[in-house]
């Protein structure tokens, strides 16, 4: 016999799994996991001490799909981890001192504010989730080039062309990733609910 999701307004992905605290903390190390493998995905960008990796995509998936206060705790874990040595940032690097720390700094912000938007339907649509992803790439970018530019003693006009300009086009390809991802999960558990 199975048994029918229901889905309701204000709902994240994770709410539909049943509640606990044991659901909760393993989908918080598993967020945190998810981005410190997504980060080993990373391509070298010339003349930049940051690459392009995997790891915005997935904490603005992780934000959306767990809600903010999973989202944040789980980029939190992330990054607390990872400033004690874990070597899961980009490129294997860990510690306080990577130039790139901001931007790690930036995506716990955006988790707040991607896994909001989420719970208010910003995941369920393609236009929303168009909005709600550039959204959260410019609060990792608002965080990130100032924090880089800083570490570096580059100006902040030599930040953004080295951690900025170059991602816009990767930027791209994620948000129109995950602007098909979510809505269509949401689709088939609502398609799914439907026939039950």
């Given at each position: 016999?199975?048994?029918?999701?229901?889905?309701?307004p204000?709902?994240?992905?994770?709410?539909?799994?049943?509640?606990?605290?044991?659901k909760?903390?393993?989908?918080?190390?598993?967020?945190?996991?998810?981005?410190?493998?997504?980060a080993?995905?990373?391509?070298?960008?010339?003349?930049?001490?940051?690459?392009?990796?995997?790891?915005?995509?997935?904490?603005?998936?992780?934000?959306?799909?767990?809600g903010?206060?999973?989202?944040?705790?789980?980029?939190?874990?992330?990054a607390?981890?990872?400033?004690?040595?874990?070597?899961?940032?980009a490129q294997?690097?860990?510690g306080?001192?990577?130039?790139?720390?901001?931007?790690?700094l930036?995506?716990?912000?955006?988790?707040?504010?991607?896994?909001?938007?989420?719970?208010?339907g910003?995941?369920?649509?393609?236009?929303?989730?168009?909005g709600?992803?550039?959204?959260?790439?410019?609060?990792?970018?608002?965080?990130?080039?100032?924090?880089?530019?800083?570490?570096?003693?580059?100006?902040?006009?030599?930040a953004v062309?080295?951690?900025?300009?170059?991602?816009?086009?990767?930027d791209?390809l994620?948000a129109?990733?995950?602007?098909?991802?979510?809505?269509?999960?949401?689709?088939?558990?609502?398609?799914?609910?439907?026939?039950?």
């Open positions: 016999m199975s048994t029918a999701v229901i889905t309701r204000g709902q994240v992905l994770a709410d539909l799994l049943p509640a606990s605290r044991v909760d903390a393993a989908l918080v190390l598993g967020g945190a996991a998810l981005t410190g493998v997504a080993q995905i990373a391509v070298p960008v010339p003349g930049s001490p940051v690459p392009v990796t995997g790891q915005t995509f997935a904490a603005l998936l992780v934000g959306t799909s767990l903010a206060y999973r989202g944040a705790a789980s980029l939190a874990v992330y607390i981890v990872g400033m004690a040595g874990m070597p899961w940032f294997g690097k860990a306080m001192g990577a130039p790139s720390l901001g931007y790690v930036g995506m716990m912000l955006a988790a707040v504010v991607v896994g909001a938007l989420a719970r208010r910003a995941d369920r649509s393609v236009a929303r989730m168009a709600t992803m550039v959204l959260g790439s410019a609060i990792i970018y608002a965080v990130g080039v100032p924090y880089l530019a800083a570490a570096t003693g580059m100006s902040l006009t030599e062309a080295a951690g900025l300009t170059p991602f816009l086009i990767g791209a994620k129109a990733l995950a602007m098909g991802v979510l809505p269509l999960a949401w689709k088939f558990i609502n398609g799914a609910d439907e026939k039950h």
